[in-house]
């Protein structure tokens, strides 16, 4: 008990620290680590899901029924379209006054040793180990060297390409404040016209670069270059309105606006599906992933108007409603970050453990998402508490 206190009291310790150098919003925090846990449950089903999305599906041994993964593509879906982009909203809420206060030079290393660091451990070592394994359990004869070298992409680094590719724009960020521009992202305020215009652009580059790389594509490094468009719109975004006070509190009729536009799109959407016909995502998915298609110029649209209106819309509820300083909250928050490193040795164990288990795929599916969510906050808490990376992560 006496040990809990004492980590209790240097997490508060920590957390008011941080408060007080106008680095931390308890609401913001307490986001990404719901956002975390919705992700690697997502992952968790998407690792039995027949359209895939989870490098599981490459060896999983079954699929949800078709009728659940439709209502689940139906129900979870649009949070798909929008998630990362969240994440990248919220660095770029916080990047501005990030690079004031260490500079830019200082800004970049830090994103180095934060972002970089990890990124080049789990490409090089820990995702291709974790999928030897699920290969191995899976019964295919392969040597590690094969589960490095010959997969595609090459050089994948599982879910860290995320982190990968924010590392690309925070230095990006860096050497556009180190020319002395950081000012041109910071308009006077930012009004509905600005979202709508950032969604547009969104939309038409998106198309333009899924011409070239459809979405779901896959380069070397698993760079994701089909969602780029989406990720650097939404940390300039962020950047744009960092100074406004938003992480704080959205203004009130950016609010509304943006949940009316959430709303008209989750409405329209599913109903020009069903009006065209497509009871089957698998089958129907190639058509909406690029090229001169309306069904991708549907999805382009779609994804950008969610990614805006849903990133600002989410941020505003987690403002009214994930204020909590509770130690289970403060702990999860603290640890959102290292749970997101840490849900692929989590998630790939469980899975590699759940396999040989005789019980219904969505049984399964619905268990390993619950325990690697615990496992992954669980395990992150223990790092941050007993091991000095509490000062990386």
Not at 26 to 34: G, I, M, Q, R, S
Not at 94 to 119: K, T, V
Not at 198 to 223: F, G, M
């Amino acid at each position: 008990m006496r040990r809990i206190a004492e980590v209790a009291h240097t997490d508060r310790n920590d957390t008011q620290r941080r408060a007080a150098r106008g680095t931390r919003v308890v609401a913001v925090d307490n986001l990404k680590a719901v956002l975390v846990a919705w992700v690697i449950g997502c992952h968790a089903l998407m690792g039995y899901a027949a359209i895939g999305g989870w490098p599981y599906d490459e060896v999983q041994e079954g699929t949800l029924p078709p009728t659940l993964e439709y209502l689940l593509s139906v129900l979870l879906g649009p949070t798909a379209l929008f998630a990362m982009g969240t994440f990248f909203f919220l660095s770029g809420l916080f990047a501005p006054r990030a690079a004031q206060r260490s500079g830019p030079a200082g800004y970049a290393r830090s994103r180095l040793i934060r972002l970089g660091i990890p990124w080049v451990l789990f490409m090089l070592a820990i995702w291709p180990f974790f999928m030897w394994l699920a290969y191995r359990a899976a019964g295919h004869d392969i040597s590690y060297w094969h589960a490095f070298l010959g997969r595609t992409p090459f050089l994948d680094s599982g879910p860290i390409w995320f982190v990968q590719v924010l590392l690309y724009i925070s230095l990006g960020y860096a050497l556009w404040c180190g020319l002395g521009w950081a000012g041109r992202l910071t308009p006077r305020i930012v009004r509905g016209r600005h979202l709508v215009l950032t969604a547009a652009a969104i939309a038409a580059v998106s198309l333009l670069v899924r011409l070239v790389y459809p979405a779901r594509s896959q380069q070397i490094l698993d760079l994701h270059l089909w969602q780029w468009p989406q990720l650097i719109g939404m940390f300039v975004l962020g950047a744009m309105v960092s100074g406004q006070g938003w992480a704080e509190q959205v203004p009130d009729r950016i609010v509304r606006r943006c949940w009316l536009a959430v709303a008209v799109t989750l409405v329209v959407a599913p109903v020009v599906v069903v009006l065209v016909g497509i009871t089957n995502f698998v089958q129907a998915e190639a058509t909406f992933l690029g090229g001169w298609r309306w069904q991708a110029f549907a999805l382009d649209l779609v994804e950008a108007s969610l990614v805006v209106a849903g990133s600002i819309g989410v941020l505003a509820l987690a403002q009214r409603h994930l204020g909590s300083t509770a130690a289970v909250p403060r702990a999860a928050a603290r640890g959102a970050y290292a749970a997101f490193l840490l849900q692929v040795p989590v998630l790939l164990s469980l899975e590699i453990a759940f396999r040989p288990l005789a019980v219904p795929i969505a049984v399964k599916g619905a268990a390993v998402a619950v325990l690697a969510i615990v496992g992954s906050f669980g395990l992150a808490w223990l790092l941050i508490s007993h091991t000095p990376l509490r000062r990386v992560l």
